[in-house]
């Protein structure tokens, strides 16, 4: 029993090494004292050599040749562009996490001496256009031949990804028609008192803080209490509980890792292949979640006949109308053409993107700017005399007319913006062909644009000493004198973004 077990198990051994080697024989030789096993091997032979070998190269001559077609793609469009290193292309750096995207555009920005140049994003050439003419004729004049950002969309396997940031085509076209007017200054006017409630909630809670705080996590749990309350009429009270389930999803969502960074190149820059594997462009729970909370809130406001005036209710509305109208009884107006009522994935996806893109940019932004008003003490004194100025003209109560007023605030956070722009590019991509201006090249269907935000706003050919935080810049006389689209913190044409106003 023995002797067999042992030549089963040598057998098992040599089968796995068949590939390699051919084994001629197995003898078990019984000498008293135990079992030995002698194996004799044979040397690879010469035809298995000669295959391998060939094998090898030609894969080595495919990888080669593959690479050289890939990468000389701007070559042969005649557009300069930067040098690519195998496979990574030109970010290595982002790639292992040195720069993030918005640094590693920039350095291509600066890099560029022309009004364009090509570059690679490992195995993808894209095109990144520095002259604010072509800039406007990208976003604005030719749109249609850049309505897309071909971005990561996959409605049934990540529903959450059908937001209107990312869908294109007539789907975005209809969505956009849609959600405008729920943007509009007179929704936001009516929105203005949730805002102030979470204000008077900060205020509490910074007076019983100690004299020095980090306010990066209160500004992001602020921020969070705003747009839960706003776009799901939630009251999530991340300053008194910093472990509450928005604020918790939140830092999920931008925990940095190799996962997470991962999941967010192969959605930006294989899309298609990322549908085919049904990747979730977020991480796992956080489709629950928002599935979850939405559906329950739409459920108790249609059980309970309640209406507020938030984000989520104008969801509503769509979803169950297929439009807008105005609040005033007297006062029917239809504010939407497109009557086609959302589906609750839908309105989950909406809401989600208005959380998303909401919570983490207006926190970060604040952030920036306090920061700017500490290191630059004069401007402080200067915004907090206009404040108090503007409060006191209205009862010392904060209201959507209030801020309006505030011409040197705007300033501020307009300088703000510029010098940290909270999305640090814009990306499009080629529907049509397109002639690039004085050149022979023909940019095909398909071809990635970008436009480096944070390398335009630090150009000191359009804002002298760029790096020296300055709100003068922002006077009227200033702006007039700016190429157009060298400001662009929102975007530009007609995918700027929808909540633009909100902003402001």
């Not at 290193?85 to 600066?110: H, K, L, M």
């Amino acid at each position: 029993m023995r002797e067999y077990s042992l030549r089963s198990k040598a057998q098992t051994f040599l089968s796995t090494c068949s590939l390699c080697y051919c084994v001629r024989e197995v003898v078990s030789v019984y000498d008293g004292e135990g079992i030995a096993i002698g194996l004799s091997i044979a040397q690879i032979q010469p035809k298995m050599v000669w295959f391998i070998l060939g094998f090898v190269a030609i894969s080595l001559i495919a990888v080669y040749a593959y690479n050289r077609f890939i990468y000389t793609y701007w070559w042969r469009q005649g557009v300069p562009y930067i040098s690519p290193s195998v496979p990574f292309g030109n970010f290595w750096n982002v790639i292992t996490q040195r720069e993030c995207f918005a640094e590693g555009y920039r350095a291509i920005y600066d890099r560029c001496t022309g009004p364009w140049v090509g570059f690679f994003l490992l195995h993808k050439p894209v095109l990144m256009v520095k002259d604010p003419e072509l800039i406007r004729t990208i976003l604005m004049t030719n749109f249609a031949n850049f309505h897309d950002r071909g971005m990561y969309v996959n409605e049934k396997n990540d529903p959450l990804s059908a937001h209107l940031f990312s869908l294109s085509g007539q789907k975005w076209r209809k969505l956009r028609a849609q959600l405008t007017s729920t943007f509009s200054s007179g929704k936001l006017k009516r929105m203005t008192p949730i805002m102030v409630s979470c204000t008077e909630e900060l205020s509490l809670h910074l007076q019983e803080c100690e004299d020095v705080v980090e306010l990066k996590e209160i500004l992001a749990s602020f921020s969070t209490d705003v747009i839960a309350s706003c776009a799901f009429g939630i009251q999530c009270n991340s300053l008194r509980d910093p472990n509450a389930e928005f604020r918790k999803w939140g830092r999920k969502m931008f925990e940095p890792g190799p996962e997470n960074t991962f999941r967010s190149i192969l959605c930006f820059l294989y899309p298609s292949i990322a549908s085919f594997l049904r990747v979730r462009s977020m991480v796992s729970g956080v489709t629950e979640f928002f599935q979850s909370v939405v559906r329950e809130t739409i459920e108790y406001r249609e059980t309970k006949d309640i209406s507020r005036p938030d984000f989520m209710q104008l969801l509503i509305q769509l979803k169950n109308h297929g439009e807008l109208q105005d609040d005033e009884p007297d006062k029917q107006t239809i504010l939407s053409t497109d009557k086609t009522s959302l589906t609750e994935n839908e309105v989950t996806a909406q809401a989600f993107v208005f959380f998303f893109a909401g919570f983490e940019t207006s926190s970060t932004t604040i952030n920036f700017c306090l920061y700017e008003l500490a290191m630059n003490q004069h401007i402080q004194a200067r915004l907090r005399k206009e404040i108090s100025l503007v409060l006191d003209q209205h009862d010392g109560k904060i209201s959507y007319e209030a801020v309006q007023s505030m011409e040197y605030l705007d300033r501020v956070v307009a300088e703000t913006l510029r010098k940290y722009p909270p999305l640090g590019w814009l990306n499009r991509e080629c529907t049509g062909s397109f002639s690039l201006p004085g050149t022979p090249c023909v940019l095909e269907k398909g071809t990635g644009i970008v436009i480096s935000l944070l390398g335009m706003h630090r150009d000191p050919l359009y804002y002298p000493d760029p790096d020296k935080f300055d709100p003068e810049r922002f006077t009227e006389e200033n702006k007039k004198s700016r190429p157009h689209c060298t400001y662009m913190p929102f975007g530009e044409g007609p995918r700027i973004c929808i909540g633009a106003s909100s902003f402001k």
